[in-house]
Antibody, heavy 119, light 109 residues
């Protein structure tokens, strides 16, 4: 069965960086795009970016350009999201989400990783 | 702020039919790109509808989606208490960038 298992919660100080991992199992990583979506406390969903695990090509929401980097390690079927220069309003649950092959949508989601940014 | 506009709240009684709307600019709601997600309290999002009106396996046929022009809607028939939660629309552009609506909080009275 398809599973996306994310790394554990993080507490960071403003200005620091955080790297969240998303380990995929139950399918071939390179077949599906992987996305990152975040949700601030009590707020809605916000799309951050996408990676093609096959090629490594990425694309990011304009809001996060220059601050976010998504990478993958096909040998371990793991995708990473690195966010730098953290601010307090980056406090959120970060999700990886698998894109449906050949269609638009996220069919599987990780369990979410809470990143808290606080001095 | 979201480019896709949803009503902040909706409500209904058990057994009723409820419709949640999602409107946006033509550049964001492409031909077959609207999705709907359900987020129950304390859980992560779950895909309800993709490709405007397709249901993944396991999603009850009480949930249906439609799109007309630059507006989309999610209809829940035979409303149940367990449907109470937040509902989000999403749309994709040609660059596979995604925008979400602001979400609609559904209350089952």
């Amino acid at each position: 069965q398809v599973q996306l298992v994310q790394s554990g919660a993080e507490v960071k100080k403003p200005g620091a960086s955080v790297k969240v991992s998303c380990k995929a199992s139950g399918y071939t990583l390179t077949i599906h795009y992987m996305h990152w979506v975040r949700q601030a406390p009590g707020q809605g969903l916000e799309w951050m970016g996408i990676i093609s695990p096959n090629s490594g090509i990425t694309s990011y929401a304009q809001k996060f350009q220059g601050r976010v980097t998504v990478t993958r390690d096909t040998s371990t079927s793991t995708v990473y999201m690195d966010l730098k220069s953290l601010k307090s309003d980056d406090t959120a649950v970060y999700y990886c989400a698998r894109g449906i092959y050949g269609a638009y949508g996220f069919d599987y989601w990780g369990q979410g990783t809470l990143v808290t940014v606080s001095s | 702020q979201s480019v896709l506009t949803q009503p902040p709240s909706a409500s209904g009684t058990p057994g009723q039919r409820v419709t949640i709307s999602c409107s946006g600019s033509s550049s964001k709601i492409g031909s077959d790109s609207v999705n709907w997600y359900q987020q129950l309290p304390g859980t992560g999002p779950k895909l309800l509808i993709y490709g405007n009106n397709q249901r993944p396996s396991g999603v009850p046929d009480r949930f249906s989606g439609s799109k007309s022009g630059t507006s989309a809607s999610l209809t829940i028939s035979g409303l149940r208490s367990e449907d109470e939660g937040d509902y989000y629309c999403a749309a994709w552009d040609d660059s596979l960038h995604v925008v979400f609506g602001g979400g609609t909080k559904l209350t089952v009275l």
